[in-house]
């Protein structure tokens, strides 16, 4: 409740006819005045506003990023909701008091259900904020969800203290100085492919890209099926621009993983983005779409931001029909 306290010295003095010492006299703000005032803040506090409540939430999902398990992804997308749904409320409120503020309408009313479109609206701008800022988030959606095999794990202790100290680092962002450790844990144990992950990781991250390739294949060599590499051997093609190469280890990765997303989302946005190969493009990134939905994942607005976009290029290309026939033969509405 401190925030809406913070708001209240902030704005109070608007919301009021207000007084002023000058020169030992007292002006008083008319209520145009004051009302102009209010519209002036009221972007900034909103922003703020947006950011108080989406920081409290990714500090939840940080929370959960640190007790993750691995093959733990439903579990996970459910933490990931109640952290969102938590700051829902209090977001809302803030708002609206901010909102009666510049309207002077004293009732304040709250919607608590999560199914209305006035709910949705909240959530899903908490939400978009923290795919673009929250790094718990990002962490946490592509943790290990691997089946776990045999080479996934080590029993040597000097590769598992060494992996412990990589994942502390990982875990903070920390690529180039997790990669060593990573590195340590390997040369202690060489089958270890959990690690192996982690050497492709980092790798990418510091922009390696052919080591982090040798990394995952080596990973996938000791753990076919493992996730983390079948899902970034063509996240690195793409940055190398290989894009033949990456729609290929994605339709690989499909094979283990049919209903991931991940896999859909990439082969579109290269569609989309690199190889002007809109029409598929456009379906993959649907396909994407509606499994982010199912799964309730912070990433749908991505697929929507790739959506909107592809859709200003083929109107621009006299293609709109078939933009909404490709949306409808995925079931999805444009109204």
Partial sequence: ???????????ACTS????????????????????????QIAPETSKRLLSSSSREACHCIDSVLQVRKVGDSTKILQLVRHCISSEVTTYQ?????LESLKSGEKNITINSDQNSAEYKK??????????????SLRLLMTSNEEKETEASYSNDPEAIKQYNDGIK?????????????FKKAVEADSRFAYAWDNVGICSRRTGDLDNALKAYNKSLELSPGGKTPLQNIPVVYEMKK????????YKNFLNYFPHDAEAY???????????????????NMCKAYNLYVKNNSPYRS???SNLAYAYKKMKEQGKEEQFFTILKNNNISAK
């Fill in 1 to 11: 409740m401190s925030k809406f306290i913070l708001l209240f010295l902030l704005l």
């Fill in 16 to 39: 009021l006819p207000c007084s002023a010492q000058k020169d030992n006299k007292t002006t008083t703000l008319s209520p145009e005045a004051s009302k102009q005032l209010i519209n």
């Fill in 93 to 97: 409120l803030s708002m609206k008091m």
């Fill in 122 to 135: 909240y959530y899903r701008e908490i939400e978009d904020w923290l795919v673009d800022s929250c790094d």
């Fill in 169 to 181: 680092l990982l875990n903070k962002g920390d690529y180039a100085g997790a990669l060593p450790y």
């Fill in 242 to 249: 290989e894009y033949a190469k990456a729609i290929e280890a």
């Fill in 265 to 283: 989302y990439g082969m579109g946005r290269i569609g989309i983005l690199y190889t002007d190969d809109m029409e598929n493009g456009v379906d």
């Fill in 302 to 304: 991505d697929a929507q």
